[in-house]
């Protein structure tokens, strides 16, 4: 099972990536396994000293019942406190914001890959989508 956010790497260059764990209920990481999420349009925020990632999709559990999940809950992520204050020095340069690149399972848990990215502009998707296309030609 991984998850991968396509439109991390179309819309922002990605300066550093840092591993994370996430804190998930007993429906979601079933809907996870299944591969029932979407990390599209979904940013992380630090607050209080701890990190949060908000706007990520988890469907609920088919099978769950009335204990079932919201569905875009903010769930807390789980790293050291050191790498929570580099986090957010690091997303209060200007244009940097924090975005996960991938969920993907590692010896039976969930972790979500956090990419320190600087907006792209206008010309720079046109790059890239050049540069995709010269790539398929080549094939």
Do not use: W
Not at 9 to 18: A, G, L, N
């Amino acid at each position: 099972m991984e998850i991968i956010n396509r439109k991390a790497k179309f819309d922002y260059f990605i300066e550093s990536e840092i591993e994370a764990g996430i804190v998930l209920s007993g429906t979601e990481i079933k809907s996870l396994r299944k591969g029932s999420a979407d990390l599209k349009d979904t940013y992380i925020r630090i607050k209080n000293n701890e990190a949060y990632i908000i706007n990520m999709y988890i469907a609920k559990y088919e099978e769950g019942n009335v204990f079932n999940h919201d569905e875009r809950r903010e769930r807390k992520l789980l790293l050291h406190k050191k790498e929570i204050q580099k986090l957010n020095e690091l997303a209060q340069r200007d244009g940097y914001t924090l975005i996960p690149i991938r969920a993907y399972l590692k010896k039976n848990l969930v972790k979500i890959s956090i990419g320190v990215c600087k907006g792209k502009k206008q010309f720079d998707k046109r790059e890239a989508i050049k540069i995709r296309d010269l790539k398929k030609i080549e094939r």
